[in-house]
């Protein structure tokens, strides 16, 4: 009896699952373009979408699978309009260059979205203990992210590596 109770719990979860993608469904033409302009290297499959997050008023952030490497991998992200999901737009993120200046990404290292507070992190670890790279911060300003904060750490030196203020490189320091 326990066994059937949790198989129809599974299928009803399943079911309710696949209901929720389809209210924010990305067409596969949509993302299948959006991964080309990213140079992603993933397949277009059902597996290709990772999350979808409500971002208020019809809107729905909506995250594909980019590319996979040995200990990280990278998403990109989709503004989906309810009414109009074809026309779903590839979400650009700001990103500091060496010299200051700020150039546009479209994917992210290790993405987590906070939707509740609608902050986007990312971690780029440049080796695998992570003791050099770069994290963003990005939060949500109604139609696009804006960069908030970003810490580099250039040299891979086995100190370890986070959001320590030293690192800190957006915004510029005064």
């Known amino acids: ?21 389809e209210e924010t469904a990305l067409p ?8 080309r302009t990213a140079d992603c290297d993933e397949p277009v499959n059902a597996d290709s979408v990772i999350e979808t997050d409500e971002l208020g008023g019809g809107q729905s952030l909506v995250e594909v699978r980019c ?3 040995a200990y990280q991998g990278g998403s990109i992200f989709f503004l989906v309009v309810a009414e109009a999901p074809d026309h779903a737009r590839l979400l650009r993120f700001d990103v500091p260059e060496d010299n200051g200046a700020l150039k546009s990404s479209f994917s ?7 939707a509740k507070a609608k902050i986007m992190h990312s971690h780029y ?32 030196d086995g100190e ?6 030293k690192w800190h490189v957006f915004p510029p320091k005064r």
Request: hydrophobic residues 45%; proline residues 3%; charged residues 20%.
């Open 1 to 21: 009896m326990r066994i059937s109770f949790v198989v129809v719990a599974l299928a009803a979860a399943l079911v309710g699952g696949i209901a929720a993608a």
């Open 28 to 35: 596969a033409s949509v993302m299948a373009e959006g991964m």
């Open 67 to 69: 590319w996979r490497a």
């Open 108 to 114: 992210l290292s290790d993405p987590d979205f906070d």
């Open 125 to 156: 670890k440049s080796r695998g203990v992570g003791d050099c790279g770069t994290i963003g911060e990005w939060t949500w300003a109604g139609s696009d992210f804006k960069l908030t904060n970003y810490w580099s750490k250039p040299g891979c």
């Open 160 to 165: 370890l590596f986070d959001d320590d203020e």
